[in-house]
């Protein structure tokens, strides 16, 4: 694939002497992590703990609700961090439908609904670049067209 | 995490024993700070995929499970 100028892979100087650490040719990528939850105490039994600000108990059945500002345009892969501890991996569909089947199976994708935040309720989420394009999410925002991997990490 | 002088700082060390064989993708961290890893021939399947989605990556090493050392003593650095 011809590269775009717009994407961003510095090139990496690999150690003298250990070039053949890097030769399998691994990659990581990482998730930004300009979303917020909305629904951050309905998301653990327990809700988060008031002091270390960890989750308490387990994973709730609850959609993860996640707000979607102009802080996030441009965005197409990222976390959601809850009280700046759990990081949680959300995901476009586009970006699920890369995984194979085998792939998908080493985790669980749950459905996420997007919220628009106060300060952008008038912004269409589909404009542009931005992500996510779904159709379905022009006509409604709510559409649950994002995915929250847990669990096989 | 590399922090030695030899790897610089910063690079992901990976012992091989903890990739599934033939596996193209795998998380790595904890649930405070992770990424996705991509083998090589996954990694350009998803930039293809994705193409013009701007998402950057960084390179891996890999060592040997003999190369680990577990519980290593303090040295001077």
Redesign the interface.
């Known amino acids: 694939?011809a590269?775009?100028s717009?994407?961003?892979?510095?090139e990496?100087i690999?150690?003298v002497g250990?070039e053949q650490?890097?030769r399998?040719?691994?990659?990581?990528?990482?998730?930004l992590e300009n979303v917020r939850i909305t629904n951050d105490t309905a998301i653990f039994d327990g809700g988060f703990c008031d002091h270390c600000k960890w989750p308490i108990g387990n994973r709730t059945k609850d959609r993860l609700k996640v707000e979607w500002g102009s802080w996030a345009h441009?965005i197409?892969?990222f976390?959601a961090v809850a009280h700046h501890?759990?990081?949680i991996?959300t995901a476009s569909e586009?970006?699920l439908?890369?995984?194979?089947a085998?792939?998908r199976e080493?985790?669980e994708a749950r459905p996420v609904e997007i919220v628009p935040s106060p300060e952008s309720a008038s912004m269409s989420l589909s404009r542009d670049?931005s992500f996510p394009r779904s159709p379905a999410n022009r006509s409604n925002p709510k559409a649950g067209i994002v995915a929250s991997a847990v669990g096989?990490? | 995490m590399s922090n030695a002088k030899v790897l610089g700082y910063g690079p992901q060390v990976v012992s091989r024993n903890a990739i599934e064989p033939d596996a193209g993708l795998f998380f790595l961290g904890g649930p405070g700070k992770f990424c996705l890893c991509f083998s090589a021939d996954r990694w350009q399947a998803v930039k293809a995929t994705l193409r013009g989605a701007e998402i950057t990556s960084s390179s891996i090493a890999i060592i040997e499970p003999g190369e680990r050392e577990e519980s290593p003593e303090l040295r001077p650095y």
């Open positions: 694939m590269s775009r717009s994407s961003f892979e510095p990496f690999e150690p250990w650490l890097f399998d040719g691994w990659r990581s990528t990482y998730f441009g197409r892969s976390a501890t759990m990081r991996p586009r970006l439908n890369v995984f194979t085998r792939e080493s985790f670049n096989g990490m």
